[in-house]
């Protein structure tokens, strides 16, 4: 049985998937006294930079910033001072990468971010992130 999670990372991506992610994740931290730590990924490939160029990933990364803009704010209001944290790349494999390099104890993240199409075409991030991750990943729904 888990005895608590010192650091929690969660994944924001601006829906209404991530924020119920984040309100799950503010009342552990609670519970728990951890560290919470807000992660946008901004998805790149070569692919995406060869198709869209520059200005579509600068977009993105104006996107990120005011979606952790709006979870810090949220984490706030509960009470929680979060950590922020942007990176570029694969979804998934940027946050396993960085919860390992973080020493994280417990992902959460929501079970739906992308439009249908592109979550068929991608693969899910959250079962990406469940399947290979170390540590806990808590989904919600």
């Not at 990372?9 to 552990?28: I, M, N, P, Q, T």
């Not at 869209?52 to 929680?80: D, M, N, P, V």
Request: one cysteine or more; aromatic letters at 4%.
């Amino acid at each position: 049985m888990v005895s608590g999670f010192s650091k929690i990372l969660v994944c924001c991506d601006g829906s209404k998937y991530s924020e119920a992610a984040l309100r799950h994740a503010c009342d552990l931290a609670k519970k728990y006294s951890s560290q919470i730590t807000l992660i946008h990924v901004v998805e790149r490939t070569k692919k995406s930079d060869l198709l869209a160029g520059g200005e579509y990933t600068k977009i993105l990364r104006k996107y990120a910033k005011s979606s952790l803009e709006r979870a810090q704010k949220i984490a706030r209001e509960c009470g929680i001072e979060p950590k922020l944290v942007t990176k570029e790349g694969n979804i998934a494999s940027e946050v396993i990468k960085f919860s390992k390099s973080d020493g994280t104890d417990l992902i959460v993240v929501g079970s739906k971010g992308l439009g249908a199409v592109l979550q068929f075409l991608l693969g899910s991030v959250s079962s990406k992130i469940a399947n290979h991750s170390l540590c806990s990943v808590l989904i919600i729904k």
